[in-house]
């Protein structure tokens, strides 16, 4: 977003850069032509995005170097493990110790800290995290925006308010024009960096028509693109990669197989799989995770959703919670609790504790008002804006009341830069470490 510090281009060897930033050094590829030594640029999920004039980010560099080095005080202070260890359990804190000393860890023992009750135990594993969090990652926080193109739907998930079983509500397509100035909007006006098209299983839309879309963007606007159209088929990955998009968002949703069929009949979770390997193997960086609070999930399987996240190389982690939804199967049933969700977020941390990000989703937003908070001090550090147009942002209801669905893009992006700064988190991007 706009709140973003540009770095400088220090080493070139081939399509890797090294960019400094106040000091700090990170790696990024470069498929821009026209790269030197010495060019200022932003950077986003480990791609240069764009160049910008020394003149222009010099001076944007004078505004942020005192806060730099301000936030990352704030950050190291916030993630300090400063609990007395009185009255914890001693298996708890003997499993963290061994996390962060990156010594083997059981899924049961993973399972036990899931099953964890006492308010000091939890303060523990929340804190742990955050500091895994801001030791290996420093203060960086990413912040993507999202744009969900259609609700038309020809799946029949159980949980899902757009799915097809659901004859209640109206249903919307953005056609090229609506998506290329939605983009542009948040690009040249918001200025983000990088934004995750969406659009539900939507046969309306070819592939040829969705790279054509993917391609005009990257021709007009410096952007990182995610794609999250479903299962578009690999050969659908490998057109649009083509294109230009970089990352795919698509969520296994549990990695329960039974759970899975039970809960999209027709449907087999080894297809939903193969899409996220062989997306990995082409390229792309992938945003991945599962729902939480599934009919019939036990925690070895919430256990199991996070080792698989991390097996699969997710660049992101999205874990949120199932929110009942009306006129679904599952519209009678109940949301987790929010300190589950707190829990999965901090187990995931510990569990990958050097590569993926942790997003807090919009849906644990809209479960727990102060999650976007606590998450951010649990081992999460990233968040999505909704920058879907707001005539369209209410249809996309995938559950009730999403958090944010009325709200501009500016009151958004003033909220998050609040926080942002009073928890101490800068916007360099530090994805390839
Ligand atoms: N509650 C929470 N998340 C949901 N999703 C779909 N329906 C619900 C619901 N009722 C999530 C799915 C999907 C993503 C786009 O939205 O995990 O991958």
Same mark, same amino acid.
């Given at each position: ?49 764009? =160049?910008?004039?020394? $003149?222009?980010?010099?001076?944007? &560099? !004078?505004?942020?170097? /005192? %806060?730099?080095?301000?936030?990352? #005080? ?118 983000? =960096?990088?934004?995750? $098209?969406?659009?539900?299983?939507? &046969? !309306?839309?070819?592939? /040829? %028509?969705?790279?054509?879309?993917? #391609? ?128 999965? &977020? ?10 993926? #990000? ?76």
């Amino acid at each position: 977003m706009c709140y973003a510090i540009p770095g400088k281009i220090e080493k070139i060897e081939n399509n890797l850069v090294t960019v400094d930033y106040f000091g700090e050094k990170r790696n990024a590829y470069n498929e821009l032509e026209n790269l030197f030594l010495g060019d200022y640029i932003y950077a986003q999920g480990g791609y240069v995005i764009n =160049k910008i004039s020394n $003149l222009e980010a010099e001076s944007i &560099l !004078a505004t942020w170097k /005192e %806060e730099f080095f301000e936030l990352q #005080k704030v950050d190291l202070r916030l993630s300090r493990i400063d609990l007395e260890k009185k009255g914890i359990d001693k298996k708890v804190s003997e499993i963290l110790d061994r996390i962060l000393e990156n010594k083997m860890v059981k899924p049961d023992e993973l399972g036990y800290l899931l099953a964890i009750k006492n308010d000091s135990d939890k303060q523990l594993l929340f804190k742990t995290a955050n500091f895994s969090r801001s030791k290996n990652f420093g203060n960086s926080c990413c912040v993507h925006g999202i744009i969900e193109i259609s609700n038309h739907c020809k799946r029949n998930c159980y949980y899902c308010g757009i799915s097809n079983h659901n004859r209640k509500i109206i249903r919307y397509r953005m056609d090229k024009e609506e998506i290329l100035e939605a983009v542009r909007e948040a690009v040249e006006v918001y200025g983000f =960096k990088a934004l995750v $098209l969406q659009s539900a299983e939507d &046969l !309306a839309y070819k592939i /040829e %028509e969705l790279a054509d879309i993917i #391609k005009e963007i990257k021709k007009r606007y410096p952007v990182l693109i995610f794609i999250s159209f479903g299962e578009i088929g690999i050969e659908g990955l490998r057109k649009l990669y083509e294109a230009g998009a970089r990352g795919l968002l698509l969520r296994f949703e549990t990695s329960n197989q039974k759970i899975y069929e039970k809960l999209h009949p027709g449907y087999c979770l080894d297809t939903r799989l193969e899409h996220l390997k062989k997306a990995f193997e082409i390229g792309y960086l992938l945003i991945t995770g599962s729902l939480i609070g599934l009919p019939g999930q036990t925690r070895e399987d919430l256990v199991n959703d996070i080792l698989l996240a991390k097996e699969l190389n997710a660049e992101m982690f999205s874990f949120g919670p199932f929110l009942p939804s009306p006129n679904t199967p599952l519209e009678n049933l109940t949301a987790p609790l929010p300190e589950d969700i707190f829990k999965i &977020l901090s187990i995931a941390r510990l569990v990958d504790q050097k590569k993926a #990000k942790i997003l807090i989703t919009t849906a644990f937003e809209t479960l727990d008002i102060s999650a976007r908070k606590k998450g951010l001090l649990s081992g999460a550090n990233s968040v999505m804006l909704n920058v879907t147009p707001l005539k369209y942002r209410q249809l996309y209801s995938i559950y009730p009341k999403r958090a944010h669905e009325n709200e501009e893009i500016d009151k958004q992006i003033n909220e998050t830069i609040y926080l942002l700064r009073d928890l101490g988190r800068s916007p360099t991007d530090l994805s390839m470490g």
